[in-house]
């Protein structure tokens, strides 16, 4: 075999560290008292560091502290007697960014032997999406379980319930007495908020079955405002949609007209005579965002934290899953993104964020 020149060694070494610099993962490059030697481009990005502010200083700078003592032990157990623990395996554990984020990765050791020094290159991966995933994953299979038993128990209700409502209204029609009109119409008021539980149940645990399609935003604004006046019933609140963008959004028509239908309602109940809504849209480059306006109470602050639970209500006759569910809703969409700011007496903006339809 022909030996290699020194500028054909040269060359594979340029080639080698351009192709380890420019990898999507990041590579870090100790000595065997844990210096850092080498930090390359994905480095810089996964941890927020400049490379400057790295290179020449301990490993344990982006490690937590846990994490730093094992790494330490590990290093010294192998200088002092060459058994690795770590090197050849891939090992979770939770790293720091710069800015002190705690982020889950995967990380792989491998050892060179050069001129008598050991140097430790560590090949680490960011789980931060995988973990999101996965938790995603989970949640939809228990939301699968939970949903299943739901249906069952509404099942179990549902018909005698129906039957009790059905007897109820039946006999309210025919009660002359005030006193038996009245326990009536309690029987009736309280079995019809059962059945509005029960389907709300029924929705928020359903797992996720969305049929995305591009839907002209500017059309299904408009179609909300349409019914959004009809639910208004003369109470002296202006609906109005402004600067609406006709862009195509994708997303589950029916479900997402249900979230901004709900949203709307809510802010009708909140807001006072005289108040107004505003339904407007917000276009940044592949950004879509649907702000809604009222002029209500808006949310005390010490209720803040509660209001996207199940069952919370200020209500009378609220089952408290409507905004839980419009939430949920909205997260099942790829891309989508859901926030609400109130100040109490000055009221509330909920805004959808929507991924823009590639035309």
């Known amino acids: 075999m022909t030996e290699e020149t020194p500028a054909e060694t040269q060359k594979q070494f340029i080639i080698l560290k351009n192709a380890v610099e420019n ?63 770590l090197i050849g395996h891939e090992t979770e554990l939770v790293v720091a960014r710069k800015n002190g ?47 299943q038993t ?21 006999l309210l029609k025919k009660a002359t007495e005030e006193k038996d009109r ?17 389907a709300g149940l029924k929705e928020l645990y359903r797992p996720p079955q969305l049929n995305l399609a591009g839907v002209s935003l500017n059309e299904l604004l408009t179609e909300v405002v349409t019914l959004a ?10 609906i109005r949609l402004a ?11 029916e479900k997402m007209k249900q979230v901004l239908v709900n949203l ?36 005390p602050e010490e209720l803040k934290k509660r209001i996207f639970l199940p069952f919370f209500t200020t209500k009378e006759q609220g089952t408290g899953l409507g905004l839980c569910i419009s ?4 997260e099942d969409h790829p891309g989508c993104s859901f926030q609400l700011d109130s100040k109490e007496g000055k009221g509330t903006v909920a805004t959808i964020g929507f991924r823009r339809s590639k035309e």
Request: aromatic share 6%; net charge negative.
């Open 264 to 299: 709307v309602k809510n802010a009708i109940e909140a807001t006072p005579p005289g108040g107004e809504i505003v339904i407007s849209t917000r276009v940044q480059e592949d950004l879509v965002e649907v702000e809604v306006t009222d002029t209500g109470e808006g949310i």
């Open 150 to 170: 739901v249906a069952e128990i509404n099942h179990e209700i549902k018909n005698p319930l129906i039957m009790i409502g059905g007897f109820a209204r039946q």
């Open 229 to 238: 006046h009809s639910y208004s019933g003369g109470k002296g609140v202006d």
């Open 23 to 85: 990898t999507n993962e990041a590579f870090v490059t100790i000595d065997e008292s844990s210096t850092v030697i080498f930090f390359n481009r994905a480095a810089e990005r996964m941890f927020g560091y400049d490379r400057r502010e790295i290179v020449g200083h301990d490993l344990g700078k982006i490690l937590t502290t846990m994490c730093r003592a094992g790494h330490e032990l590990a290093v010294a157990r192998y200088v002092g007697t060459g058994q690795a623990t």
């Open 327 to 330: 939430k949920r809703i909205i």
């Open 182 to 198: 009245a326990k009536l119409t309690i029987i009736v008021d309280e079995v019809t908020r059962l059945e509005h539980l029960l």
């Open 101 to 147: 984020e705690t982020f889950p990765a995967t990380i792989s050791f491998s050892v060179a032997n050069i001129e008598g020094q050991r140097y430790f290159t560590g090949l680490v991966r960011d789980l931060s999406d995988t973990k999101v995933l996965e938790d995603r994953l989970a949640q939809n299979e228990r939301l699968a379980a939970l949903g």
């Open 243 to 253: 600067s609406s963008s006709d862009v195509v959004v994708e997303v589950d028509r």
